[in-house]
């Protein structure tokens, strides 16, 4: 069975299939704010839908971490090791890309176990 977190028409927020979550890439809602942030915001917003799910941010496998400027990492950094729970780091990649929108400073895609 395939369980659909707030569907919409061209994609859902996340997608619950054989005991794995698989999160849409996230982004601030706020996007006025600076990498940290919106770094913040985003992390609120796995925190919740990983809930819907019925997990959490200790049953991360894998996060993919895009930021529009790589210069940006050690910002970033910074909010995510306040979040991380010590020794349940997921397996990471961070990379630079150029977002849909400009305003957006970073968007996080996680994958997690219910």
Request: hydrophobic content about 50%; charged content about 25%; proline content about 4%.
């Amino acid at each position: 069975m395939i369980h659909r977190i707030d569907a919409g028409p061209r994609m859902s927020e996340a997608t619950v299939h054989n005991g794995i979550a698989y999160l849409a890439g996230q982004v601030a809602e706020d996007d006025s704010a600076d990498v940290a942030g919106q770094t913040r915001q985003v992390l609120a917003a796995i925190d919740a839908l990983l809930a819907q799910a019925s997990s959490d941010k200790t049953r991360i496998l894998r996060a993919q971490i895009f930021l529009a400027d790589i210069a940006d990492f050690a910002d970033m950094n910074r909010v995510w090791d306040e979040w991380v729970v010590p020794g349940q780091g997921p397996a990471r990649a961070t990379v630079e890309a150029r977002l849909a929108r400009p305003e957006w400073k970073v968007e996080i895609v996680v994958t997690a176990a219910i």
